[in-house]
Each structure stands twice: as structure tokens, then as C-alpha cells.
């Protein structure tokens, strides 16, 4: 009798086991297609076919260097972007245990936007002293210099909650807590800075903040995909210690996992996602926060099948909105950031509403 039990509960498992893995086949399927379509499709008129044979190098020049030149880096950049958002979201809700947190939790977006809106202007673009002047601002910007001080200034928020947080009690409301006042803090210094810049240094600088993929080159696109790369494996590699930590700290602490480094470590490399991500393409919002939760409805809180379901989930997300956003732009790819807070806030609210009793 225990013998049958136990075959008939092997079978469920490896029954559970097989319905997750279609799962995320399907997800990479998905991905693919939607990773082919956005090289096709674009707001330059061209056809199906032209686009095809540009991406091979055949056909006009003007179509190759549009699909090779600004396509390819932009479709790649919303692959990569939506995996490191969407891992990133992931692992700060799982450390903290927070099903709100994010990539914004710590404040790491907030200080992106200070940093790029101090380079602007203040220093690259100059706009303290160029005035109202459009060519001195196209002579003076230094994207570079842009997106390295984003990534600096969000890097400091990074370091600096995890500072306060081991002062302290490493606890999870600790860190959010601090997370959100230092969040508070960056916006504040963001409208002293815009509140003193010139007209189109403020332009540029909100522009900034929009989340555009077309920003990226191959050059971004290979630290995303390296950062976000490190970060994954890491991830997956400790995933049992994750599914532990998510249960509870006292179960994971009598397993022999050191909860308080393992939450620092991964929250330093969910912040360094986010940063480097942020600092190339501003802020794309939602990404972090819905498609873990997604995920979570779908395969469960095993991390094992949990966190590659959401790296691909969040590629898709990223890669469909990039589509939409060629296609309904009028000539023009509108900020994707946009787009995915169009597509996920509606969905989540439809998440939240929809559990049973009407609670979150």
C-alpha cells in the first residue's frame, strides 16, 4: 500500500514536472516567433519579403542598414532587457518576500533618472550654459556619458541600501522600507535639477526617462546580455536554495543556507541587472513586477522551472511591445516603456482581482 502511494505521488510529480517543461518550450517557441516578427516588421514601409532578404544583406541598401543596422540591435535589446527585468523582479520578490517588489523596489530606477538627468543637464549636455540653443545641445550630448553616470548613480543606491540594511537588521521590510526612501530622495533631487534647467535641457532629459529601445547598439546589447547572463546562472544554480528562502528563513537557516548573505549577493546582482539595463534604455516599467507573477500562476514557486519561465516570459513581453510600438507609432517606434505599462497594467489588476475572495 505505502509502495503504491508512493508510485502513484512519483507519477504526479514527474507528470507536474513534464507540464512545466512544456511550458517553457512553448515560452521559447513563442519567443522565437516573436524575435523573427520584430526583425520583419517596422514602420519604414518595407514588405515582408524586403526585410527578409535584408536581413541576409540582399536586397537595398537603405533596407539592409534598417533591418542589420537599427532592427537587429533594438530586437536584441528588448530580448535581453525583458529576461534581465523580468529575472531581476523575480529574485528581489522572492529574496524579500514581497510580492510588489521590483526593479524600482530599491530605488535603483529612481537613481538611473538622477544620474542621466544630472549628465543632461548639468555636465554632458551642458544645458546649465548652452541656453535654449537645439545645436549646442546636439554638439554637447554625450549619450556615453549619460549612461554611464545613470549606471554610477544607480550603482550608489544600490550599495548604499545594502550598507543601511546591514546596519541594521538584514530583514526584508528593512530593505524595502529603505528602498523606497532613498526613491523618495533621488525624485526630489530629479525636480531641484529639472526645476533649473532650460527648456531643452528639460526636454531632453524627460525624454530620457522614456523607455526606447532605440537606443541600443550591439555594443549595449552585449554588457546586457553579459550582466544579465552571470546574474541568471547564478540564479539557477542556487534555485534550490531560493525555493528554501521562500518558504521560510528558519527552514532555510536548519538547511545550512546563510540567509543574510544570500539575500545581499542577490540583491546586488537583481540591482546590477536593472542598472545596466536602465542606463542604456531608461525606464521600462512593469516588466520586473508582472511577469513573475505571471509565472507563478502557471508553473508554480519552483524556482527550477520558475526562473526560466520568467526570463522568457519577460523576452516576449518586451519583444511583442516592441512590435506594437513600430506598428502603431505612425512612422515612428513609440517609447516601449509606454507600451508595457499599457499591456501590464490592466493584466495585473485582472491577477489581483481575479483570486479567489477577491484578495491579493
Known amino acids: 500500500m505505502v509502495e503504491e502511494i508512493s508510485r502513484k505521488g512519483s507519477m504526479e510529480l514527474a507528470k507536474s514536472g513534464a507540464k512545466k517543461r512544456a511550458v517553457i518550450f512553448t515560452l521559447l517557441g513563442v519567443v522565437f516567433v516573436l524575435l523573427f516578427l520584430s526583425l520583419m516588421v517596422g514602420s519604414s514601409g518595407m514588405s515582408f519579403g524586403e526585410s527578409f532578404l535584408a536581413l541576409f544583406g540582399q536586397g537595398e541598401n537603405a533596407s539592409i542598414r534598417i533591418v542589420q543596422k537599427i532592427r537587429l540591435p533594438q530586437t536584441l535589446a528588448a530580448l535581453i532587457a525583458g529576461a534581465g527585468l523580468s529575472i531581476a523582479g523575480l529574485m528581489m520578490q522572492s529574496t524579500l518576500k514581497n ?45 556615453f556619458a549619460t549612461s ?13 541600501i545594502l550598507l543601511l540594511c546591514r546596519i541594521r537588521s538584514f530583514s526584508s521590510e528593512t530593505v524595502v522600507l529603505a528602498g523606497i526612501a532613498l526613491g523618495t530622495i533621488w525624485t526630489a533631487l530629479t525636480t531641484i535639477l529639472q526645476y533649473y534647467a532650460t527648456d531643452v535641457g528639460l526636454s531632453a532629459a524627460v525624454i530620457w526617462t522614456f523607455g526606447d529601445l532605440g537606443r541600443a547598439t550591439f555594443t549595449t546589447d552585449w554588457i546586457m546580455f553579459t550582466v544579465t547572463l552571470v546574474g541568471t546562472v547564478f540564479f539557477y544554480f542556487f534555485h534550490w536554495k531560493f525555493n528554501a528562502l521562500s518558504a521560510d528563513e528558519h527552514v532555510a537557516g536548519s538547511l545550512g543556507i546563510r540567509v543574510k548573505p544570500l539575500r545581499f549577493l542577490t540583491l546586488l546582482l537583481a540591482s546590477l541587472i536593472t542598472a545596466v539595463i536602465v542606463s ?42 516592441s512590435i506594437i510600438s513600430r506598428l502603431i507609432g505612425n512612422g515612428s517606434a513609440l517609447p516601449v516603456g509606454a507600451i508595457t505599462s499599457l499591456l501590464g497594467g490592466p493584466f495585473f489588476l485582472y491577477i489581483v482581482f481575479a483570486k479567489k475572495g477577491g484578495k491579493a
Do not use: W
Request: hydrophobic share 50%.
Open 280 to 321: 542604456y534604455l531608461g525606464i521600462i516599467g512593469f516588466v520586473g513586477v508582472i511577469c513573475p507573477h505571471v509565472m507563478k500562476r502557471i508553473v508554480g514557486n519552483n524556482h527550477r522551472y520558475l526562473i526560466p519561465a520568467s526570463v522568457l516570459f519577460g523576452s516576449a513581453l518586451l519583444l511583442f511591445a
Open 99 to 143: 510580492p510588489m517588489a521590483s526593479p524600482s523596489t530599491l530605488g535603483v530606477s529612481n537613481a538611473a533618472v538622477f544620474g542621466a538627468n544630472l549628465s543632461i543637464i548639468g555636465f554632458a549636455g551642458g544645458f546649465l550654459s548652452t541656453g535654449h540653443n537645439v545645436q549646442n545641445y546636439g554638439v554637447g550630448m554625450n549619450p
Open 148 to 160: 554611464s553616470l545613470a549606471f554610477v548613480f544607480a550603482l550608489i543606491s544600490t550599495v548604499l
